[in-house]
């Protein structure tokens, strides 16, 4: 079903879709990147109703500092780039819905 131009989907089926992090660059392990998507997944869903980007960036980083070990930085934003350096395998940027998260240590 194909959705006019401007057109809002309500299926929930669809907005719970949407709400999967969708992974655009990682070169983490398959089982760390499941972990790190369920983290930020959960996240950002407590943030999006807020837009409170700040808290969700500290949570995620706060879960990846005990989970794997310091130092994790996380940027959140709507439109940035990157040029970064960080450790081999520990790298993941992705989005959910609009929203850019880049997760990396260093």
Known sequence: MALAAGEANSDPE???????PL?????????????????VEMAISKAIPTRNWEGAA???KQTLDKKFAPTWHCAIGEGFGYEITYQTRNMCYLFVQDVGILLYKT
């Not at 669809?14 to 999967?20: A, D, E, G, I, T």
């Open 58 to 60: 500290a949570t995620i």
């Open 23 to 39: 992974v655009r660059f990682t070169d983490m392990p398959l089982e760390m990147k499941t972990e790190v998507t369920e983290i």
């Open 14 to 20: 669809f907005r719970k879709h949407m709400q999967k």
